[in-house]
């Protein structure tokens, strides 16, 4: 069981800057970032696998994830934010590397909101 808490949210004028964090209690395999506006389904923004991390094209150029091992903890950078990129953002992880590869994850933490004003 892993469990995952994220934080770093806030509200932040169009091209401005957020760094996420999202803190794991244990070790896990592959971890991602995920963000759900209101009304929207729920889409994957970036995942972090193998030690390479691949982007949504829509924060492709504005995003940047990291991972610092030590703190089991996994960043999300969100640079030239829009009113767009304004949604709940989670992070999500597994330990399997057969859901890993097919970006299924079991363990969810409970989001952080982040609002872009225009």
């Known amino acids: 069981q892993v469990q995952l808490v994220e934080s770093g949210g806030g509200s932040v004028q169009a091209g401005g800057s957020l760094r996420l964090s999202c803190e794991a209690s244990?070790?896990?395999?592959?971890m991602g970032w995920f963000r759900q506006a209101p009304g929207k389904e729920r889409e994957g923004v970036g995942y972090?696998?193998?030690?390479?991390?691949s982007y949504a094209d829509s924060v492709k150029g504005r995003f940047t994830i990291s991972q610092d091992n030590a703190k089991n903890t996994l960043y999300l950078q969100m640079n030239i934010l829009k009113p767009e990129d304004t949604a709940m953002y989670y992070c999500?992880?597994?330990?399997?590397?057969?859901?890993?590869?097919?970006?299924?994850?079991?363990?969810w933490g409970q989001g952080t909101q982040v609002t872009v004003s225009s």
């Open positions: 999500a992880a597994d330990l399997g590397g057969y859901r890993c590869r097919r970006r299924e994850y079991t363990y």
């Open positions: 244990g070790d896990t395999w592959c």
């Open positions: 972090f696998y193998g030690g390479m991390a």
